[in-house]
Every structure is written in C-alpha cells, then in structure tokens.
C-alpha cells in the first residue's frame, strides 16, 4: 500500500459565522487533510507541532482514522497555533480576528523514519521554507507531491515561494491568489504561466464556483454542490486537498482520468465539510454519506449528448 | 416540424472592452436568439421592430439562417432601438453609456398568422407587458414558454414581471438578479421561490462560473469553458437562450434530461459568442466548429468514477 505524508498545521480555531460562534475547537490543515484522507483508509502520517494544551482526545481523533501521528511533535511549554474568524454575510470572505502562531513560529518539522519514501507528500498551506524542509528529509524520490499554499506567503515570502512550488508536481491554489502570483486575470492564462513555474498539474480552486485541473492543454472542472446554506467554510479548501491526494494514494494512479476521479472525491467531501462547524461533519462521515454525493456530483454534472 | 417563435429586441449596438471598440454594429436579443437556434435548422420566427435606418442586409442575415422575419416590423420614420456600454477590465462590469428606445417605446409585437400555433416560445428580455402581448396571440397553449429578463425590470416593472413569471414554463436569470428577485443569497433557495412564482424550471445563469438548471430537487450544473479570454460579453445570455431553446424544438423534448444537453448546447454556443465582437463570431459558427466545442465540454466535465 502507498504512503502518504501530510503537513501542515494541527490547531486551535475560533470561528464566528452568520449561524453561530464557537470556542476554541479542534482546526489546522493537517487535521483537515487527514480527516479528508482517512477515508480512503490510505497509511498516512501527519507532520505539525502543537502545545502542551493541545487535548490528547483531538490526537487520538486522527489516530482512530488511522493516521500516524507520532510525526506530531508536543512541545510541552509551548502553546498551539491559534486562528479566529469571523465570516461575512456572503460567506466567500473573512476577517482573521486573531493568529497565534505560538509553537509554529520555531516548527522545525521531522519526517517519521518509516515515512521518509511515502510516494505520496501533501503539503498544506505553511511557511515554504518548512514546506522545503520535509522535501529535503525525504530518502527516495515521490511519486507525487501537492503542494497548497495562499496570498499571505506571495506578500511575505515570495522568493522562499517561488522556490517550493518549482519542486512539487501540483499546486492548489484559489483563484484570486492564481491571479496574484501570475498578474494574469484569465485563469488559462494564469494556469500556464503556474505550468512554467514548475507544477505539471494546476488546480484552481474557486469556491462555490467549483475547482479547475489544468495540465498542459487539458482542463477539467469539478463544481462545487450547490448547497442550501454553507454553515461554515473552515478547512473546505484543507478538505478539498485531502479528498484529492486520499483517493490518489489509495489508487496509485496518477494518470489525468484519475486526477479527474480524485477533484470530484476532493469537492465531494469539501461539501460535507461546510455543513458544520470545523471538523463536526468530516468526524461521523461514513461511506455511505459519499457514496450517495458522489451520486448527486454525477447526476450534476453528467449528460449525454451523441457526438457522433 | 416544431416552430418556435422569438420575441426580443433587435437593435444597434456600441461596444467597448479592454481590446477595442465597435461603431453601430448589429445587436439586439432576438438577433443573437436566433442566430444561436438557427444552428438547429428549426422552423423559427423573429418579432421585433426596428426603424427605417435598419439595413436590410441585417434582416437577410436573419432571413439566411432560415429564421422567418416577416414579423419584425419595420417603422420607416422611426428609429432603431440603439444600446451603447463599456466593459471593465474584468469583462463581468459593464456601463450603459447609451440607452435610446426610439422604435421600441411603442413596440406592439404581432406575431405572424402562422407562427400562432407554435409549441415554442422564446420571451427574449423586453418589458414584460409585451412579452405577455406575444403570449396573448398564441392560439394555443405553447408546450414550452421560456422567458428571459432582468434587473431593470425588477426596478421598474415589479408587478407585470410576476405576471408574465407565473405564465412560463422555463425562467432564465443570472445570479445576481435571481438574488434581486427572491431576496435570498443561496442559490438554491432562490430557485426554489422561483419555482413557486411559476415556473416549473429555473436557469440561472452564472457567466463565466457557467448555469445551473433546476427542476424541483434535480439540479444540474453547466460550466462555462474557461476561455483564455472573454473578447465581448454582449449577447451571450441570449446565445445561451438561443441555443437552449432551438435544442429543445429541434428535439421536442422537454424532459429534464434532455434540458440538461439543451443546456450544455446554450453554454457551448455562448462560448463562441464572447469570442468576437457582437455577432461576428456566430455569423461564421460551422457544424464543425460546434461539434469540436462540444467534445470539449465533454471532456471538461465527464469522469467515470465506478459508484458501484
């Protein structure tokens, strides 16, 4: 079976929406990623940090999901990385309220042993010079590294940027930040221009308005569920990525049909994510909640027109 | 054969984008209506009026495509309906810069004798008092009447616009207006009040986010092709409705999945239409050329996950 390697952060959220406001709960890309991942039972190890106030319950939460956590380092005297938001109205953008980095400031992320040839690395959204350091402490070349990222590192550290995404076969990215690492408005355009960067697959994530695979000439499109209400967008982007290495992992099949196969299993379970608050909904998803969606994507999107 | 009947201006219109600008150049909903439906080679007819500054060769331009336009009433001493606007960089914007009614403002629409009868019947966006005029002259009851709108008659015609709503089969409406209309920010949510107004399937129309199509609690999602670049908007809603509907009398079938291909043949049609200034492009639009576009479509949005 393939292994996949997970970083990012394992954190404290507080978040604020038009349904409602919660206390401190269990977030962080990590968690998200390997909730996500859990599902296709794959052996995956996550990589972070947290505090000595970090609950052993939220860590013994992903080693229930199967998740390897002994990649999660406890820094005793330390506090966990703490994020706050409040949603607007619309629910498409937020106000950080708070960011403590706490125990992420000094993260120096250490590869578990048995890990370091997983053919599978996700790298979610962190500084890119820790993102580097876990390439670095691989032993054999992967299969296929995803790299996720966001605007706060094209302001803060753009070179460092630069230099992992040239490393890793597919980026995920929203459409605002693709705008803004290429000064391209037109998504193709931008795409191609992330092509020449390094990433052989570009993955634009838009939201509500779905995602988008670009690799060379081909595009594929994956919507997002058009839901009644989106309680609480935490982690769907964290979800999406998840879904996508998961089910890549699982099949060991990194073809452009597959990639396909494994947007629609990232935007399925991103649906799910949105329904509760932070991980409530990705906890007690079963099988058959996403076998049933997976059926609702299709009957949304697939038709049958004779080409002939 | 099933005939179709198109209600909608047809006019001069004054574009500006970032990649240039027109003089008076052929516009009008019931031109690019028709220009969309006649790719199915349907027995199809024109009402609107135009002014005795009207070229001729725009009405055999019509006539070529084997669209009827004896009912586009020509007013000699009056002028043609002349729309100017100016697009913003991100083409999803734009300005009226000039709205001049002239012919339009007395507009009686008269449909032709043997048109009374057809099973189709495409309201393209005109003041919904006349789009209830051209219902009125049907001598029986259409299997299918689409209506387009918007925003402007939200404003300033509230209550003929519920009318005309309660008496369609198919509303087709972008997001924003749909939002207007219903006062509710889901999507989904929206299309359902839509749905108790009167008609039994809601488009909603996302530009370059593509549509989504609602039937009670099927819904299906059209995208729309991620284009290097958006050359001209003007005219795409109704070469998705033109496409929408000329599938549908083409094929006289008004089931729900055959309204999902009647979709994606709206969406594939657009496509082309922002590719050019006005009409250009769907003057010159090739079976081939359509043919190749779907294929396209296809490949952005089927998979072929096993949901065994």
Redesign the interface.
């Known amino acids: 079976m393939s292994k996949l390697v997970i970083v990012g952060t394992v954190a404290f959220d507080a978040i604020e929406t038009p349904f409602g406001k919660t206390d401190k709960i269990l977030g962080g890309a990590a968690t998200f990623i390997g909730l996500a991942a859990s599902q296709f039972n794959v052996d995956a190890a996550a990589v972070s940090v947290v505090g000595g106030d970090f609950p052993q319950d939220y860590l013994d939460l992903l080693a229930n999901k199967n998740i390897d956590t002994t990649g999660i380092e406890i820094v005793k005297e330390g506090k966990t990385f703490f994020w706050s938001g409040k949603y607007h ?2 629910m498409n953008t937020r106000d950080t309220l708070a960011t403590e980095l706490n125990v992420l400031a000094d993260f120096n992320p250490v590869v578990p042993e048995n890990y370091k040839d997983a053919d599978y690395v996700m790298l979610g959204n962190l500084h890119p010079i820790v993102q580097i350091g876990v390439l670095e402490q691989m032993t054999k070349k992967p299969k296929l590294v995803v790299l996720d990222t966001m605007n706060f590192w094209m302001d803060n550290a753009l070179e460092d940027l630069h230099k992992i995404i040239s490393k890793v076969d597919v980026i995920t990215i929203n459409d605002e930040e693709a705008r803004q690492l290429t000064g391209e ?5 931008a795409a191609r221009k992330i092509h020449e960067m390094g990433p052989k697959y570009v993955v634009i994530k ?1 939201g509500e ?2 995602a ?1 695979l670009f690799h060379n000439d ?4 994956a ?1 997002a569920l ?4 989106v309680f609480d967008p935490t982690g769907a982007g964290d979800t999406f990525a998840g879904g996508f290495i998961g089910y890549l992992t699982k099949t060991d099949d990194i073809s452009f ?1 597959n990639m ?2 494994a947007v ?2 990232g935007s399925t379970l991103a649906s799910f994510c949105v329904e509760k608050f932070g991980t409530e909904r990705m906890q007690t998803l079963s099988r058959q909640d996403v ?1 049933k969606r ?2 609702q994507f ?8 004779e ?1 002939s």
């Not at 081909?218 to 499109?221: G, I, S």
């Not at 299709?298 to 027109?305: G, H, K, P």
């Open positions: 109205n619309d408005y037109s998504l193709v355009v838009k308005h779905g988008l081909n595009v594929f499109y919507p058009p839901l009644e209400e049909d396909k196969n629609i299993y076998h997976l059926q299709s009957d949304l999107t697939q038709f049958d027109i080409l």
